[in-house]
């Protein structure tokens, strides 16, 4: 495979001003401004490959989106390098810009309210110079991933949210980016435009084979969509791999769900901590080097018919890492 983001030891420093308190304070410093130094990423390296769909986490303030900014070439890091299509990113070279997509949130179709869908999408047809012949395979594409057959004609100021929401992925991907950075995508949608949104992103990255690195809280999201996950915390790199790996690497327990003969409830307690219990079933916490001896106890005591031995589900290992502060 090859690699279309190559990112080495990138820093990014931001200046903000302070003062104290007070009129006089506010009057001083119109004169003699004070800064303090805040380190948004600190020495990130990684690569992204062709056709991957990468998972972005972290905790709010973690250096997501300023990372982001930077790839897309809308911030200059303070230090490090990037590569981005063998374009540098803030360089805001035409052909870089053609080949990138940087969304936001669910975001809407822009322009005046008086224009058709189709309208609209023929305008970014003009701005990207887009051949007729790329522009209808391109427009053939998103009508049937994002079911916009029957808003093409429609003025945009007659859109609910959610076809303002499809419209606006439309007129981003219209072009046909190679590579998408996606920002909460699905922020504050309801459910069916949420699931909506992550069966376009499956369907849209194996039908272009385009690079998307996403960002989400939603840990669903990450689940559903990506096999790898980068994770930082305040601008540092803490993991990047498999998703499984993950909870390997970052939870001390594992899930155990037992099944017993007899419709009877065990004192569970003497094996682990319990989650949920019922008469003949089980489904215990216990730490990762006690599984073995509790795994023994629970067959040689109890008449087991089933035990399952399973990790922590992933949205709760991520909590538990943003509020332990373990990463």
């Given at each position: 495979m090859v690699s279309v983001i190559n990112i080495q030891d990138i820093s990014m420093i931001y200046k903000a001003p302070v003062r104290e308190a007070g009129l006089r304070a506010a009057l001083g410093s119109l004169v003699h401004r004070k800064y303090r130094e805040i380190q948004a990423v600190r020495d990130i390296s990684f690569e992204l490959e062709a056709g991957e769909v990468v998972g972005f986490i972290g905790p709010n303030g973690a250096g997501k989106t300023t990372t982001m900014k930077i790839l897309s070439g809308i911030l200059h890091p303070t230090g490090g390098t990037v590569n981005v299509l063998g374009f540098t990113p803030w360089h805001r070279e035409t052909s870089f810009l053609k080949n990138i997509a940087f969304i936001r949130g669910s975001q809407p179709i822009g322009?005046?309210?008086?224009?058709?869908?189709l309208d609209s999408l023929r305008f970014q047809q003009l701005i990207y110079e887009i051949s007729e012949t790329a522009?209808?395979?391109g427009l053939a594409l998103l009508v049937e991933m994002l079911k916009l057959e029957p808003l093409l004609k429609r003025q945009i100021r007659a859109l609910?949210?959610?076809?303002?929401?499809r419209c606006g992925l439309a007129l981003a991907l219209i072009y046909q980016p190679r590579i998408l950075f996606l920002d909460e995508p699905t922020l504050g949608l309801d459910v069916t435009a949420v699931s909506m949104i992550r069966r376009f992103i499956t369907d849209y990255?194996?039908?272009?084979?385009?690079?998307?690195?996403?960002?989400?809280?939603?840990?669903?999201d990450v689940e559903e969509l990506c096999k790898r996950v980068v994770l930082i915390d305040h601008g540092t790199l803490r993991y990047d791999g498999g998703l499984e790996g993950l909870s390997t690497s970052f939870s001390t327990s594992r899930i155990l769900t037992v099944t017993i003969a007899e419709k009877v409830t065990p004192k569970w307690n003497m094996y682990g901590e319990v989650i949920e219990a019922e008469p003949g079933k089980a489904t215990l916490?216990?730490?990762?080097?006690?599984?073995?001896?509790?795994?023994?106890?629970?067959?040689?005591?109890?008449?087991?018919?089933?035990?399952?031995i399973g990790g922590i589900p992933l949205e709760q290992v991520i909590d538990q890492i943003y509020q332990e502060g373990r990463i």
């Amino acid at each position: 495979m090859v690699s279309v983001i190559n990112i080495q030891d990138i820093s990014m420093i931001y200046k903000a001003p302070v003062r104290e308190a007070g009129l006089r304070a506010a009057l001083g410093s119109l004169v003699h401004r004070k800064y303090r130094e805040i380190q948004a990423v600190r020495d990130i390296s990684f690569e992204l490959e062709a056709g991957e769909v990468v998972g972005f986490i972290g905790p709010n303030g973690a250096g997501k989106t300023t990372t982001m900014k930077i790839l897309s070439g809308i911030l200059h890091p303070t230090g490090g390098t990037v590569n981005v299509l063998g374009f540098t990113p803030w360089h805001r070279e035409t052909s870089f810009l053609k080949n990138i997509a940087f969304i936001r949130g669910s975001q809407p179709i822009g322009g005046p309210n008086e224009l058709t869908v189709l309208d609209s999408l023929r305008f970014q047809q003009l701005i990207y110079e887009i051949s007729e012949t790329a522009f209808h395979k391109g427009l053939a594409l998103l009508v049937e991933m994002l079911k916009l057959e029957p808003l093409l004609k429609r003025q945009i100021r007659a859109l609910s949210l959610g076809e303002r929401m499809r419209c606006g992925l439309a007129l981003a991907l219209i072009y046909q980016p190679r590579i998408l950075f996606l920002d909460e995508p699905t922020l504050g949608l309801d459910v069916t435009a949420v699931s909506m949104i992550r069966r376009f992103i499956t369907d849209y990255s194996q039908q272009t084979k385009a690079t998307i690195l996403l960002t989400s809280h939603y840990m669903a999201d990450v689940e559903e969509l990506c096999k790898r996950v980068v994770l930082i915390d305040h601008g540092t790199l803490r993991y990047d791999g498999g998703l499984e790996g993950l909870s390997t690497s970052f939870s001390t327990s594992r899930i155990l769900t037992v099944t017993i003969a007899e419709k009877v409830t065990p004192k569970w307690n003497m094996y682990g901590e319990v989650i949920e219990a019922e008469p003949g079933k089980a489904t215990l916490c216990v730490q990762r080097e006690q599984v073995a001896t509790v795994s023994a106890r629970l067959l040689s005591e109890l008449p087991v018919v089933d035990l399952a031995i399973g990790g922590i589900p992933l949205e709760q290992v991520i909590d538990q890492i943003y509020q332990e502060g373990r990463i």
